[in-house]
C-alpha cells in the first residue's frame, strides 16, 4: 500500500473520531490494513478420522433438550473421561441431521464411546429411549482392486469373489471394514 493510501485513511479516521490520539489511529490502521494480507493455508495430514468427534443418533425433541442443557453435558461427561484417566475431552456438542454431534480433541477409544453411552442412558433430562448408542463417523469409499490375476495360481480356473474376500478379510489393513461384492 502506498504513503499517499496511509494519509487518506489516516485522515479519515481522524475525521470520523476527532478526540482519538495518533497511536490509537496507527492501531486501527494496522488492523485495516491486516485484512489486505492472504491468509495462510494449511496442509495437514491427519493419522485417523479427520473429524473428532461421536455422534449419538437421537429425536428431535431430545435434541432440543440436550442442546439447552450441553454446557452441563460437556462438564459432566469431561469429569468421567478424566476419572478414566481418558486423554480424550469433549470440546463442543452441535447438532446433526440425525442427532447430536460431540466434537472432541481426540479419536475417542471404545471405553470413551461406553463412558458416554453410560452417561446418555443415565441421563433423566431426555427420553433415553428413543436414543441409540453413540458411534464414530463412518465413511464410505469404493476402491477398485487392480493386480489380481484373472486365474487362480497354475489352473484355468477363475478366481471367484470368495476367495478375494477370504483374502481381504485376513489382511489386518481390512480390519472393520465392510466388503460388497
Same mark, same amino acid.
Given at each position: 500500500?502506498?504513503?499517499?493510501?496511509?494519509?487518506?485513511?489516516?485522515?479519515?479516521?481522524?475525521?470520523?473520531?476527532?478526540?482519538?490520539?495518533?497511536?490509537?489511529?496507527?492501531?486501527?490502521?494496522?488492523?485495516?490494513?491486516?485484512?489486505?494480507?492472504?491468509?495462510?493455508?494449511?496442509?495437514?495430514?491427519?493419522?485417523?478420522?479427520?473429524?473428532?468427534?461421536?455422534?449419538?443418533?437421537?429425536?428431535?425433541?431430545?435434541?432440543?433438550?440436550?442442546?439447552?442443557?450441553?454446557?452441563?453435558?460437556?462438564?459432566?461427561?469431561?469429569?468421567?473421561?478424566?476419572?478414566?484417566?481418558?486423554?480424550?475431552?469433549?470440546?463442543?456438542?452441535?447438532?446433526? #441431521?440425525?442427532?447430536?454431534? !460431540?466434537? *472432541?480433541? =481426540? %479419536?475417542? &477409544? @471404545?471405553?470413551?464411546? +461406553?463412558?458416554?453411552?453410560?452417561?446418555? #442412558?443415565?441421563?433423566?433430562? !431426555?427420553? *433415553?429411549? =428413543? %436414543?441409540? &448408542? @453413540?458411534?464414530?463417523? +463412518?465413511?464410505?469409499?469404493?476402491?477398485?482392486?487392480?493386480?489380481?490375476?484373472?486365474?487362480?495360481?497354475?489352473?484355468?480356473?477363475?478366481?471367484?469373489?470368495?476367495?478375494?474376500?477370504?483374502?481381504?478379510?485376513?489382511?489386518?489393513?481390512?480390519?472393520?471394514?465392510?466388503?460388497?461384492?
Amino acid at each position: 500500500m502506498s504513503s499517499g493510501n496511509n494519509t487518506r485513511e489516516v485522515l479519515k479516521i481522524k475525521e470520523v473520531f476527532l478526540n482519538l490520539q495518533s497511536n490509537k489511529i496507527e492501531n486501527i490502521q494496522k488492523i485495516i490494513n491486516r485484512g489486505n494480507k492472504p491468509k495462510p493455508c494449511l496442509n495437514i495430514t491427519i493419522k485417523g478420522l479427520s473429524h473428532k468427534q461421536v455422534i449419538i443418533p437421537m429425536d428431535s425433541d431430545n435434541m432440543v433438550k440436550f442442546i439447552s442443557n450441553s454446557s452441563d453435558y460437556i462438564i459432566n461427561i469431561n469429569k468421567l473421561l478424566k476419572n478414566i484417566k481418558s486423554k480424550c475431552k469433549t470440546n463442543y456438542i452441535r447438532a446433526g #441431521k440425525s442427532g447430536i454431534i !460431540i466434537v *472432541t480433541n =481426540k %479419536v475417542t &477409544s @471404545p471405553l470413551d464411546l +461406553q463412558t458416554m453411552k453410560k452417561y446418555i #442412558k443415565n441421563s433423566n433430562q !431426555i427420553n *433415553t429411549d =428413543k %436414543v441409540k &448408542s @453413540p458411534q464414530l463417523p +463412518q465413511s464410505k469409499f469404493y476402491f477398485k482392486i487392480i493386480g489380481l490375476l484373472y486365474f487362480m495360481d497354475n489352473t484355468n480356473v477363475s478366481i471367484k469373489a470368495d476367495v478375494v474376500k477370504n483374502i481381504l478379510k485376513n489382511n489386518y489393513i481390512f480390519n472393520n471394514i465392510l466388503l460388497i461384492f
